[in-house]
């Protein structure tokens, strides 16, 4: 029996505490009082995913078996997560490669020829070759690759259909090859709660025409959090658009999720709470960190970007896509979810090398934002676990450096965009369409491994509710240049940071310090 | 007995100061190495002697310090105007200066600015087609006649130039200025003139886009004559310093670009697709009609890699860097040199520095006995928020 997740109140016997910071890690001490929300203690994985994946498959929710709904002369499109989750990536067999197998084994039974493969990497940049097989494993890819197994393109306008409009007046134009198969199959990994579900078609076979519904400043600040689908106003505009695919396709739905296993064996007190390291783990802490610390930054990222987790499957649930999602989110947040008494003046997050978007790739200052202000500062129910106008204080380098194949336009963002305005309402009236429609960026989305155009604005505007929320940003250990281009401030130390703070919020703040990763959900009451 | 500042011929301190400039001490030093290493001496010779009729002696009141200047101290001009000059030479070819002698339409102590341009007329000799057609900064006598060769003021032996107290200069070359108009921005209108002249060398179309590398004085002028005397429609520059971006700002830049920046930001601007070679800069499929590079050839390459194919880049300083010429091919682009002015381009710029925002645009002002400092001032000037620098001689006792 796993335990659950817990609220660590600091006192003078308590150990520093880890805290992620980019491409390393720090031990460090927080003010007596400050409270500590760790996620609830890995769930054990299944021990026969092979097995499990059989019986959701046999066994789904609210539909007919998958080996009924598949027969001979029919259009098979499978449609799987792109490499942005699970973070880290899982240690091969990915279980999308499991489950698209198991898929492909029951169409060829029924002698099913029409199959297509496309990760729904929306907005995303195309996975490489070599991410593609690792992602569907080294038997579909040799099967299927290129012709049968590729990325979903959202500026090949021959292959994008609309199915229609919301009563909102929501575009929804998907993947025509999906759109116009017999039966969609899509294969997902939830790693939070934001994830899946009514997101999954509608958001990764999308277009920008589709995307600028839920991708915008309104309706990110009306999502509170977007971790909380009952309270996002995105995930409301997910579940209008699911609703009209749903009327007009048939989905067939695989959902699964992971353990709280992020970081293998010989990191392994990344996974654990510090007062409960043994000698081997704080010896690795020591060994492990110096090196990390003397490495060239380039061999550090490479190690970093290695990294494969080995996540076990807590959950496989197939069938219709509302049903299956109810599952999924019970066990996503019965590994993440932690009860905090309230919120604090001051909220710590430490910031990881790795988010959605730069898997292979670098960190840049924009998605250092989104992941701080995006994601992390989004990982709550009920209300954040900082106060309306309190201070975030996250740890990271911020350096200024981005990848010029991946994020082409996030380097023009930061360059010219910020150096305007770093208020997003304006961003969006002002550059969105510039940047969305823009030729080279297009094209290089289409052709080279870039993130779209407008995906810089997008992740800008993933920090807009942090942003009014917030009274003030600091990043300790954040470059002073980057981060003040971004509009906020940076700090050598906690201490420092904590200095900077008292104006906001006095000399006696409250504070909570999310851990994570492994991943943890705040439930703020 | 005439104090001036005298270039003289000196191979080793030539190679001395290229090199020191060059190699060793780049960047914030150079202007001391220029100012120790290069040819160049303060000394008393004798008063010039008027060399013919319709010429007069003039008492410089201030007299600038140009790119070319500071080209010519450290040892970064091509030796190819080496034809074209004469030692020992008194360098200054920006000057607003008091006249000595009567002249018929210029009367003795009359304020002037100097159009620094030796052609035909004052040589006394036949005009040349180009002297001919009143473009005298394409005479092809500038060799020949009464003075010695030298392709303007401020590069003949005989004349002297501007930094002294005092040079000859040919009543043709004598521009009366208005009393309204000070010395600060008298000094400035042969800078004006040529970024007027510039302008008008190219057929600049209504809605055009222009890329003005560098916002030294060159390029701030250039900015404002393409906004005075053409329809161009965005105008880009590139800037290194704060106060020039202000400034560009000021005289109509549309935006204002840092150097590193321009090839994406102009990608943006324009429209177009940004190359990415395995060595060297980065380079625009697309890009603005024309350039104009005002850096002396150190922003030419950023010229010639922004324009878009069949369009122009205009060399408006005196260029003094090598730079890869595959563009030019690749992009049939059209080079297009823009030397001194012509014409009315004076006059046009005498009614441009009335009416333009120049104040302060000549903060640093020197004696010729501090002629170190002010050539070190000179070369950091866009580091120290200085536009342009000059010589008062007459603070000299």
């Known amino acids: 029996m796993s335990r659950p997740g817990f609220v660590l109140e600091v006192d003078e016997r308590t150990p520093s505490l880890l805290m992620h910071e980019g491409e390393g890690f720090r031990l460090e001490k927080l003010p007596l009082g400050s409270r500590v929300i760790y996620p609830p203690e890995s769930l054990p994985g299944m021990r026969d995913v092979d097995g499990e994946i059989r019986r959701a498959l046999d066994n789904p929710l609210g539909r007919e078996p998958l080996r009924e709904l598949l027969y001979a002369g029919m259009r098979l499109t499978i449609v799987f997560d792109d490499l942005s989750i699970p973070l880290p990536p899982m240690r091969t067999p990915d279980i999308r490669q499991r489950v698209i197998e198991h898929v492909l084994e029951l169409a060829a039974a029924k002698g099913v020829d029409d199959v297509e493969l496309i990760a729904g990497n929306a907005l995303h940049r195309r996975m490489t070759p070599a991410e593609l097989k690792r992602t569907v494993g080294e038997r579909v890819y040799r099967s299927f690759f290129p012709r049968h197994l590729r990325n979903h393109d959202a500026e090949d306008r021959a292959n994008l259909t609309e199915i229609g409009q919301t009563k909102h007046g929501e575009v929804v134009e998907i993947n025509r090859r999906a759109a116009e198969s017999d039966l969609i199959v899509y294969v997902n990994v939830s790693l939070t709660a934001m994830s899946g579900g009514p997101k999954s078609v509608s958001v990764g076979l999308a277009s920008y025409r589709s995307l600028k519904h839920h991708h915008n400043v309104h309706t990110l600040r009306h999502s509170r959090s977007f971790n909380d689908p009952a309270n996002s106003a995105m995930h409301h505009s997910y579940d209008r658009m699911a609703g009209l695919l749903g009327d007009s396709l048939n989905i067939f739905q695989i959902e699964t999720t992971v353990n709280n296993d992020t970081f293998p064996d010989y990191v392994s007190f990344l996974n654990k709470r510090e007062w409960e390291w043994t000698l081997k783990d704080q010896a690795a802490y020591l060994a492990f960190k110096r090196a990390n610390d003397l490495a060239p930054p380039k061999r550090r990222r490479q190690i970093w970007h290695k990294t494969a987790s080995p996540y076990g499957i807590t959950s496989v649930t197939a069938g219709d896509p509302i049903q299956v999602h109810e599952v999924t989110m019970r066990n996503v947040l019965r590994q993440q979810l932690t009860e905090v008494d309230g919120p604090a003046d001051i909220g710590i997050w430490g910031l990881p090398y790795i988010c959605p978007y730069n898997v292979n790739s670098i960190m840049n200052p924009i998605l250092v934002m989104s992941l701080g202000l995006g994601y992390f500062f989004n990982l709550y129910r009920n209300q954040p676990i900082v106060r309306p106008g309190g201070v975030a204080i996250y740890y990271h380098p911020v350096r200024n450096e981005f990848h010029p194949v991946h994020h082409p336009s996030y380097i023009d963002f930061f360059e010219e965009v910020l150096a305007e305005t770093t208020d997003p309402v304006a961003i969006e009236t002002k550059f969105e369409e510039q940047f969305a429609t823009d030729p080279w960026y297009i094209h290089l989305y289409r052709n080279s491994y870039a993130y779209h ?15 009014e929320h917030l009274g003030d940003v600091i990043f300790v250990g954040g470059d002073r240049k980057t981060t003040a281009r971004m509009g906020f401030r940076s700090a050598s130390t906690l201490d420092d940071a904590l200095e900077m703070a008292r104006e906001r919020v006095g000399g006696s703040p409250t504070i909570n310090y999310l851990h994570a990763p492994p991943l943890t959900m705040a439930d703020v009451r | 007995m005439n104090l001036n500042l005298e ?127 009143d473009q005298h900064s394409r005479c092809d006598h500038v060799t020949s006649g009464m003075v010695s060769a030298a392709l303007q003021t401020g590069f003949c032996a005989d004349t002297g130039g501007g930094w002294s107290r005092m040079f000859l200069a040919h009543g043709s070359q004598l521009h009366k200025v208005p009393g309204e108009l000070d010395d600060e921005r008298a000094v400035l209108v042969e800078p004006l003139a040529c970024a007027v002249h510039s302008v008008r060398r190219v057929p600049i179309p209504d809605g055009a886009s222009v890329l003005v590398v560098g916002a030294g004085t060159v390029g701030l002028f250039t900015t404002l004559a393409l906004r005075e005397y053409t329809k161009a429609g965005p105008i880009y520059v590139v800037a290194r310093y704060g106060h ?59 010229a010639l890699r922004v324009v878009r194919a069949g369009g122009t880049v205009l060399l408006s300083g005196m260029p003094n860097a090598s730079v890869d010429l595959t563009p030019a091919w690749f992009r049939e682009l059209n080079i297009v040199g823009a030397y001194a002015s012509g014409g009315n381009d004076f006059q046009d710029a005498m009614a441009l520095a009335k009416s333009a925002p120049l104040t302060g645009y000549v903060d640093a002002v020197y004696p010729l006995s501090r002629w170190r400092d002010a050539i070190g001032h000179a070369s950091s000037s866009g580091r120290l928020g200085t536009i342009k620098v000059a010589f008062d001689p007459t603070k000299d006792q």
């Open chain 2, 7 to 133: 270039y003289h011929r000196s191979p080793l301190r030539y190679a001395a100061a290229r090199t020191a400039t060059g190699t060793i001490a780049t960047g914030r030093a150079a202007g001391w190495w220029a100012a120790n290493m290069s040819p160049v001496r303060l000394v008393n010779r004798p008063e010039p002697r008027l060399p013919g009729p319709g010429w007069t002696r003039v008492k410089p009141l201030l007299s600038g310090i140009c790119g070319s200047d500071l080209g010519l101290l450290t040892g970064r001009n091509s030796p190819y105007l080496s034809a074209v000059i004469s030692l020992p030479f008194t360098p200054g070819h920006e000057v607003v200066g008091e006249t000595l002698d009567d002249l018929p339409d210029l009367p003795k102590g009359s304020r002037v600015v100097l159009d620094p341009v030796l052609g035909c007329v004052p040589r006394a000799v036949k005009l040349c087609p180009a002297c001919e057609a």
């Open chain 2, 244 to 302: 020039q971006r202000e400034r560009a700002r000021e005289m109509g830049a549309t935006e204002v670009l840092s150097s590193d920046r321009a090839a994406r930001a102009l990608r943006r601007a324009t429209g177009g697709f940004l190359a990415r070679p395995e060595q060297g800069a980065e380079f625009l499929l697309g890009g603005t009609d024309i350039a104009f590079d005002c850096t002396s050839g150190s922003g030419l390459d950023t």
């Open chain 1, 453 to 467: 155009g407008v995906h810089p604005l997008y992740m800008w505007y993933w920090g807009a509710h942090a942003m």
